[in-house]
């Protein structure tokens, strides 16, 4: 896996300078986007992967990172490094409170009360008509002092937060804390009679992919500028859902690969034909009935 | 409040919530037996929604509208059943979330390129757009009443259907012990394409009574599915009786929510904030409901499992 690595950071480096001599800033944005949400993807993947707690409202997270910048840059709170630590914040503070409740249910019931929830925030968001309602609000991106927030600066802030945050997860699913994670999701109550404090473990995974996912969701407020209900309804914890089954539930680089090719996918198909989620269905379907691991699955060699 | 409000607003969340068990019933079963999560049940709504106003607009009849586009659906959701969902039973919750999801989406796109973007229409039979008066001084839409006919009727034939027959009896052993249901020989696999069969049926029933009501658009599934989700999950999975409560619970808090919540908050807040925050309040307060159960019951009201 390293010269693969090193080559892709290589290429995303080299991206932007390449993009604007040649005229495919389009392919820029792009990718920031991908960026963005492979962020928010691998934090799912973490509670989803390794913690195997399905979690079905990931949009809560993501949405209320973007709702955080939109709504401090309206009340005049400029530095960005402020609206980061509300974001992150908020969100961590959001899973702890959902987490602490939803972790006494398992399995299905698991999956509709952290569901529940992310539709009350959504439906609690949409209800301050001075922050938009349903239209959403204009996001400006704030000031960060170091350097200006143009369309290239994001991109490689995003490069860099993507990075920090895989090279922390990669840390920390490798470390005992990832370790005693994946040997709960295998078996929970095995982990108990070990005396691990099961509890304790999973909701410390769900805060910190909660607070992962509402740097995500500052980062797409910026890209977008616009903090859109959209990114809080339940659609979109669907489609992060998607891409973690798609990449790989579980492994490492599946946030990634997934988040990368749908949005490919989806980018290609909608200039082919206005009935692209058609085609973007069967090749979903064609992947979960075929590659039942994901793509991170296919690639990976077989033992 | 006039007590007259009271009622209607009583007999709206009656009909809702019949509505709702018709979804429901479908999805708790498959859902209990199977162990098989069906985002696409919210589809075969539409798809019903959809069959009932075209034939509407073919025969000029609804009540065999309604017959046909029943029969209809229950033959889609057959199809899907043999096709795809019938690979699915062997796998994890999350595959299934992501094939079905893919339904979604593709049932969307297909219904779109065969009947275009815009929303149908679709309007109640000529002779019961009209109010009747049920006490004096109390009049209610005469076609709501008939839904609330319609879903006590279907609910009762369902119960019979669950509770009487031998195919409801082999229904019932799977959902409570699938594994020992096959091995003491119920025929599991035709027992499935048929189930999905009703439950594609009852989804038509609903989608072709709440067509004229709510709107026929694409989309239209997946609001209600939710709902439907709630109230399964408040229920107990796999239990009729459980989905039955669940739904009445369901349709009148969120009904008696809408209408009354505003009311409330604007006698204790100033009209500005209740007007705000109400519409938002009665939205959350099913899912607050369903909090509440999970919290006290995990398992939901009526588990069929033990």
């Given at each position: 896996m390293r010269w693969p690595l090193l080559l892709l950071v290589l290429f995303l480096l080299a991206f932007p300078p390449i993009a604007s001599a040649t005229g495919l800033e389009f392919y820029q944005g792009l990718l920031t986007k991908i960026m963005i949400l492979a962020l928010a993807a691998s934090s799912l993947n973490l509670i989803l992967?390794?913690?195997?707690m399905v979690s079905f409202g990931h949009a809560a997270y993501f949405g209320l990172g973007a709702y955080a910048v939109a709504i401090l840059m309206r009340e005049g709170i400029s530095s960005g490094w402020v609206i980061w630590g509300v974001a992150v914040g908020l969100s961590a503070l959001l899973a702890l409170l959902i987490g602490a409740i939803c972790l006494r249910t398992r399995g299905v019931y698991f999956i509709m009360i952290t569901l529940a929830f992310a539709q009350m925030i959504y439906y609690l968001v949409v209800s301050f008509k001075q922050y938009g309602g349903e239209d959403g609000l204009r996001a400006r991106r704030p000031e960060f002092?170091?350097?200006?927030?143009?369309d290239t600066a994001l991109y490689y802030l995003s490069l860099a937060v993507l990075a920090g945050a895989l090279y922390l997860l990669h840390r920390l699913v490798h470390s005992r804390f990832g370790r005693v994670l994946q040997a709960i999701r295998e078996n929970e109550s095995r982990a108990l009679a070990l005396g691990y404090p099961v509890f304790h473990f999973q909701l410390v995974a769900f805060v910190l992919s909660g607070a992962l996912a509402g740097l995500a969701g500052a980062l797409m407020a910026h890209y977008t500028q616009y903090a859109s209900p959209n990114l809080l309804a339940w659609q979109q914890s669907g489609h992060l859902m998607m891409m973690v089954i798609l990449g790989g539930?579980?492994?490492?680089?599946g946030g990634v690969l997934g988040a990368a090719t749908l949005s490919i996918v989806e980018e290609v198909l909608q200039d082919l034909t206005i009935h692209w989620q058609l085609g973007v269905g069967l090749i979903l379907l064609f992947i979960v009935l075929?590659?039942?691991?994901?793509l991170a699955g296919l690639l990976r060699r077989r033992p | 409040m006039p007590p007259s409000l009271l009622i209607e607003q009583l007999l709206n969340g009656l009909q809702f919530g019949l509505m709702l068990f018709l979804l429901a019933a479908g999805l708790t079963l498959v859902f209990g037996i199977m162990d098989m999560i069906n985002l696409a049940h919210g589809s075969l709504y539409m798809i019903g929604a959809y069959l009932t106003a075209t034939f509407v607009g073919l025969l000029g009849n609804f009540w065999l509208a309604v017959l046909l586009a029943v029969l209809g659906t229950a033959l889609v959701g057959m199809l899907l059943e043999l096709s795809?969902?019938?690979?699915?039973?062997?796998?994890?919750h999350l595959s299934q979330v992501l094939a079905t999801f893919a339904l979604i989406l593709i049932i969307n796109e297909v219904v779109r390129i065969i009947w275009g973007s815009q929303p149908l229409l679709l309007s109640a039979p000529e002779g019961l757009s009209g109010p009747v008066e049920l006490l004096p001084g109390l009049s209610y839409s005469a076609y709501r009443l008939t839904i609330i006919g319609v879903g006590l009727l279907v609910a009762a034939l369902l119960f019979w259907l669950v509770n009487r027959t031998r195919v409801g009896m082999w229904l019932r052993a799977g959902a409570s012990n699938r594994e020992m249901a096959q091995a003491m020989g119920v025929p599991i696999r035709p027992l499935f394409t048929l189930l999905f069969g009703v439950g594609a049926g009852l989804c038509a029933v609903a989608g072709a009574f709440l067509g004229p009501i709510l709107a026929v658009q694409i989309g239209m599934g997946e609001g209600i599915l939710i709902l439907a989700f709630v109230v399964i999950v408040i229920g107990g999975i796999g239990s009729i009786k459980g989905a039955l409560v669940g739904a009445l619970l369901v349709g009148t808090v969120d009904t008696a929510g809408r209408a009354f919540l505003p009311l409330l908050l604007s006698q204790v807040a100033s009209p500005e904030v209740a007007a705000n925050l109400g519409p938002a309040l009665a939205s959350i307060l099913i899912y607050l409901l369903m909090a509440a159960v999970l919290f006290f019951r995990p398992q939901g009201l009526f588990p069929a499992r033990t």
């Open positions: 992967g390794y913690g195997g002092g170091l350097f200006e927030l143009t539930v579980g492994q490492f680089w075929f590659a039942p691991k994901g | 795809v969902l019938r690979q699915l039973y062997r796998r994890d």
